[in-house]
């Protein structure tokens, strides 16, 4: 079975090279797993035509000694910020795209005047490639100034903003921030379930148990998430160990081959995290049980919702864990038992009143019970 293009260049980006951010920013999972630091990719050049070439029907024309810039350097505070665009003198795109209009007006301008911007639009410190879009013919000077500067001259035949709205896609997922997690990530009744807790607690075992009850797995002992949006966290799996669970006592599984091909995909979103934690009689004691408090875990920035699962003899974890993404689901869709509860209280509190002595009535509470429901 072959892969997708896009999947092809989705495992070509986890192949690259990444840098540590500098700031030893996220405070990403505080307790139970280990995370490592923050990175963002590196992308040169030659990466994005690698995986655009196809698609956008990229030509090499000239600069080619410039295949090893990178598209941001490593020392930019917002990666993915102002990448790509149409021609600008005044901020100058890692990406300039250069279509209809800017032809145009290259071509209004003097002799002199030309010359100074294809001296300037070459000799952009910040500018990694230049893009000829709509199939025009590039002018012999922009070739001459690609070489000299050693900067990648790319044609394409497609229309500019079609080039932008490709390369703009395709930047904002190469260069997204990432971070390494230890954990098992599955797929629970289409939920994205991050299992962390301590090695050994029994992670790998409860994806067996859940893998046997029609459920998905995704990354075994590494995950790599991905922020691809303002609060979207994307989880995936490195491409060495797809497929792979290691289970103590079994060794490691193809989980593809025992539980068919619906047993396992590529990547997921991430909903919910479930800590599992030694039954101690300390921890006990200081449990909500009532959890008032949603708790939450930060992961590159974003609030993930977080419930902790207490392992022990007779317990079933694997229950647990769909009931507690049962009860996520019903939380999304604005549904919360214990406000519930408390406004059932409340109405039978309101019921009896103040001035009428004895228990009410079964009908009584029947109405009330219906109110609520």
């Known amino acids: 079975m072959q892969n997708s293009p896009a ?10 090279k990444t840098r540590k951010k500098s700031t030893g920013a996220s405070p990403a999972l505080k307790s139970g797993p280990i995370a490592e630091p923050q990175t963002t990719p590196v992308v040169t050049v030659n990466d994005l035509f690698e995986a655009e070439s196809a698609p956008l029907k990229l030509k090499w024309v000239a600069g080619e000694a410039g295949n090893n810039r990178l598209l ?22 890692r990406v300039q795209v250069i279509g209809e209009a800017e032809l145009a007006y290259l071509g209004k301008l003097t002799r002199e005047e030309h010359a100074q911007a294809i001296h300037s639009l070459f000799s952009s410190d910040k500018t990694s490639i230049v893009i000829v879009a709509n199939g025009r ?16 001259l790319l044609s394409s035949s497609l229309p500019s903003p079609v080039v932008i709205d490709h390369l703009q896609y395709y930047l904002t997922r190469a260069l997204a921030p990432r971070i390494t997690v230890h954990g098992v990530y599955m797929e629970v009744m289409g939920m ?15 994806a067996l148990e ?19 949006g303002p609060d979207v966290i994307v989880g995936q799996c490195p491409t060495l160990l797809s497929d792979f669970l290691e289970v103590r006592g079994l060794g490691i599984l193809d989980v593809r081959l025992m539980f068919g091909e619906t047993a396992v995909r590529h990547k997921k979103k991430l909903h919910l995290i479930v800590r599992l934690e030694t039954m101690q009689r300390q921890k006990m004691s200081k449990i909500d049980r009532l959890q008032s408090k949603q708790m939450t875990r930060r992961i590159l920035d974003v ?10 003899p007779g317990r079933n974890l694997a229950v647990l864990v769909e009931t507690a993404t049962r009860a ?29 002595p004895g228990a009410p009535t079964a009908d009584t509470l029947r109405k009330a019970r219906n109110k609520v429901d």
């Not at 941001?72 to 795109?93: D, I, R, S």
């Not at 919702?305 to 392992?311: D, I, S, T």
């Not at 919360?336 to 009428?356: A, S, T, V, W, Y």
């Open 7 to 16: 999947t092809i260049r989705g495992n070509r980006c986890l192949r690259r």
């Open 72 to 93: 941001e350097p490593t020392t930019a505070k917002f990666p993915g910020m102002a990448l790509v665009g149409h021609l600008n003198f005044v901020h100058p795109n």
């Open 137 to 152: 013919k590039i002018p012999p000077g922009m070739i001459a100034a690609a070489d000299k500067a050693a900067l990648a």
């Open 192 to 206: 994205g379930v991050l299992i962390t807790g301590e090695s050994g607690i029994g992670k790998s075992e409860l």
């Open 210 to 228: 859940l893998l046997s009850r029609n459920h998905r797995l995704i990354a075994d002992d590494a995950v790599e998430f991905v922020r691809v």
């Open 303 to 312: 609030e993930i919702p977080e419930v902790a699962l207490f392992v022990g």
């Open 328 to 356: 996520y689901i019903l939380h999304m869709w604005g549904f919360d038992p214990l406000e519930e509860l408390m406004k059932r209280h409340h109405e039978h509190m309101n019921i009896r009143g103040p001035g009428r």
